[in-house]
């Protein structure tokens, strides 16, 4: 997006003629000068929503719904609950925001059609990218003594994201300061989505995946980054396009990363049978995420000041480590057996998941995100989100001799309940609505059910008749195959939509000439990223509570470009001989 655009975006939000009180008219007497009450709240509220920065662009943003004194003031009333009550009726706290919330129209992208290029872009072309994706990420590595991923706030908010999801979230959180959170930026939402503001904070992109418009981002490394680094990494090397010294720098980096996962990261939780397990949380204790120290205090102060460990990162950690020959003895943990104390069964979607956002679909036989700790905390709730399910199957076929998961019937019946989930979730082409995912996008979806399946059929004859004796994997093979090919390369792309269908395509062993659009994508995109990499940073995953949050990086988007890049050219390179 141009700077005449955000100019002009910018002027709108300055100049606009107010139409009803504002957020500030609304919560300044709540909670600029009040003393007592939960401190949370009020201190929230002047550093997300009333600080210098955001007070100019939503002074002017107005409803005309709340020039009604009574509608305002229960508003009003329902803020100082929040604020001063000691167990709060959340359900009836939320409820006159939920209503104002329903009020804003917000849609997920919808591309239009593009044309199919008629060649393919050459295998030097391919090659030089590989490498200048794999330079900037030992290049970050060698300045940062890590790879850095990025958060952003977008404080419109994800488009699914409605009255009732409010409640939900509210209700079924469990951390008060994250209640808080939850509830003003949904406030905020309402008044940025309804006023020019909006397009200022939201302005429109090509493609699917958001880019991270700059310029609040935070900077941090997490063990899920650092395990999907060494994957990019070793994807780089079975290339064979690796220099000697970066094949070095490579190998040190790789070694570095896992000990930060395996190590540094690493976690004792309770278990189901009453014993204690190894895990890997998302984000070690400080220092080791790499916050400024800014962003550490505001981290604190938004309600993130407890991050439990979570199914997804063990898995994408205990996957990379596998995939790097670690002796480690943490690999040896049956993580289906602890799993398997985290899966919904028999329809039963409570009380595992206590924020079902995504409740419009089946549960049953799905595996929750996030991880009890010593402590018994689980401050976000809990949720369950398809794509980590993939994930719990990759490592599991990685690792399926290792921990009998064939040969024990409570590890095959694990494996194949998150099967049916999948097979489920696919068949009633749910899949393929973001509503359906909590954190990632049904394109990541597609491009990590290739991940998986590649997994899968490594797997001997034998044992992928005994883990899917249904064909389930064939069948959503097929559907995620079609999606990819009519919905995301029939559109038009930006980078990151490109990579991720490649790294369906190169998976699922689509047609080589079906990589066309994509190759194209990619090559017309390279130098998009300036100084800071080769291309852009785009949404790689996302929190839809306390509001849109999206993670990723320029060093994530050379990361899936190199292994999107590296699967079509394995593909091409098969197509020839």
Known sequence: MSVTYFAGAAYRALTACKDGPSLYDLCDPVFLKHIGG?????KFYKTALGNPALRPLLC???????????RFKTLQQALIRARDDDAPDWAAIGRPVADLLDTIKLQHPAPQPASTPSHAPTLTEIDSIIRSCAAHLLRSYGSNGFIPTYAAFNL???????????LVALTGLNSRGYKNSTLLFNLARIFIARSPAGQLINPPWKGIAEPMWPPIQIRHRSAYYDAFFTEALLSFLET????????????????????????????????????????????????????????????????????VPDCDTTACVFSAATQTGSTDPILDQPLLDFYAGYQVGGGANEPLVTVPLNDTIDYDGGVVTWIDNLAGERPFGNDLD???????????????????????????????????F?????????????????YYLPELYCAYFGRCYAAFRALPDAAQLAIDPGGAFAFIRLRVLAYVQDGLIAAEMNVFDAALALIAFGHLGAEVSSFTPALHCIVSARGEGGRKGPFKAYEWNKMKTPTRILVGGPEVTSAFVLMGLALARRAMNQARA
């Open 60 to 70: 002017r943003a107005g409803l005309p719904e709340l020039r009604d004194e009574s």
């Open 386 to 420: 398809p794509t980590l399910n993939l994930d719990i199957l990759e490592v599991s076929f990685r690792n399926c001799a290792r921990w009998k998961a064939i040969e024990t019937p409570k590890r095959l019946a694990t494996v194949q309940g998150i099967i049916g």
């Open 422 to 438: 999948q097979r489920r979730l696919v068949a009633s082409g749910a899949f393929a609505d973001p509503k359906s995912h909590i």
């Open 38 to 42: 939960n401190a949370h709240i009020v």
């Open 240 to 307: 064979g396009l690796a220099s000697s010294d970066q094949a070095s720098s490579s190998h040190h980096a790789i070694d570095a990363m896992m000990d930060f996962c395996l190590a540094t990261s690493r976690e004792e939780v309770p278990s189901h049978d009453g014993s204690t397990v190894s895990v890997i949380t998302a984000l070690a204790p400080l220092p080791h995420p790499r916050f400024s120290r800014l962003f550490a205090q505001i981290k604190q102060d938004l309600g993130f000041g407890i991050y």
């Open 156 to 166: 419109i908010g994800d488009p699914d994201m409605h009255g009732r999801e409010l």
